[in-house]
């Protein structure tokens, strides 16, 4: 793992006096210059740190207390799935907010690495201003969420895994309203946009929100999607189950 010098071109000013302080851990050397480089030359944002296998990123999540890690889930040592798992197990509150990359969108890791509590993910190939937009969409606390691939992802393993009755109870205790939310975050859709679908406020939206992830015992909308399918609440034609 190596600490990175705080670094912005000459000539800009921050926007603010903290800005993102960014880990990247890629086993691509070429990958993480080059995330390095997009990630610097924002006034926002700023690399504090590179790891080229899982076990140097979950030691520079616990030493350098990033905001953000970007996680290649495909690494040796120690893949994304496992490091993401101890480092939001192990590391200090308020952990740090995790975006994995990938080639390829349809990547299983990609499914397992947001199971064990990812907040989304980006592909490498993805366009620069697409990428900043990732970063700046987990770093402020929302997750990144992409409903038809978690879909595809989630349906493709149902048949292998067995029923979770766990799940299914907690998802029993929701209210019709709120599995109408849960349904509408399946369709990727943000608070205010719930609010201008229901006719409800966006105060009791967000209160609706907080009530579903609670109760099925989630850290964000991208695990109550996947809660959603596991469960069978959400099928392949994406209506929520009465």
């Known amino acids: 793992m190596v600490a990175a010098e705080r670094?912005?071109?000459?000539?800009?000013?921050?926007?603010?006096?903290?800005?993102?302080?960014?880990?990247?851990?890629?086993?691509?050397?070429?990958?993480?210059?080059?995330l390095h480089a997009i990630v610097a030359a924002e006034p926002d944002l700023t690399v504090i740190g590179e790891a080229a296998t899982g076990t140097e990123a979950v030691a520079g999540a616990l030493e350098l207390r990033p905001d953000?890690?970007?996680?290649?889930?495909?690494?040796?040592?120690?893949?994304?799935?496992?490091?993401?798992?101890?480092?939001?197990?192990e590391a200090p509150n308020p952990p740090p907010r995790i975006l994995v990359a990938t080639t390829f969108e349809?990547?299983?890791?990609?499914?397992?690495?947001?199971?064990?509590g990812a907040h989304g993910f980006l592909l490498k190939r993805a366009r620069?201003?697409?990428?900043?937009?990732?970063?700046?969409?987990?770093?402020?606390?929302?997750?990144?969420?992409?409903?038809?691939?978690?879909?595809?992802?989630?349906?493709?393993?149902s048949s292998a895994?067995?029923?979770?009755?766990?799940?299914?109870?907690?998802?029993?205790?929701?209210?019709d309203r709120e599995r109408e939310v849960l349904r509408l975050i399946t369709f990727g859709l943000s608070n205010p946009e719930i609010a201008a679908r229901t006719g409800l406020g966006l105060e009791t939206v967000k209160t609706h929100v907080a009530r579903v992830l609670g109760k099925l015992g989630v850290r964000d909308r991208t695990q109550a999607v996947i809660a959603a399918y596991e469960s069978g609440f959400a099928t392949a034609g994406g209506a929520g189950r009465g």
Request: hydrophobic residues 45%; charged residues 30%; aromatic residues 2%.
């Open 161 to 175: 895994r067995a029923a979770n009755t766990e799940l299914e109870t907690r998802l029993a205790r929701l209210t």
């Open 106 to 116: 349809n990547d299983e890791y990609i499914y397992d690495a947001l199971r064990a």
């Open 68 to 89: 953000l890690i970007l996680m290649d889930v495909r690494m040796p040592d120690l893949n994304g799935i496992e490091a993401t798992a101890r480092i939001l197990r």
């Open 7 to 34: 670094t912005h071109p000459p000539g800009r000013t921050l926007v603010n006096a903290d800005p993102v302080r960014v880990l990247i851990a890629d086993d691509e050397s070429l990958v993480r210059a080059g």
């Open 128 to 157: 620069t201003d697409e990428m900043l937009h990732a970063i700046r969409t987990v770093a402020r606390g929302d997750s990144l969420l992409y409903p038809s691939a978690i879909r595809d992802l989630a349906l493709s393993r």
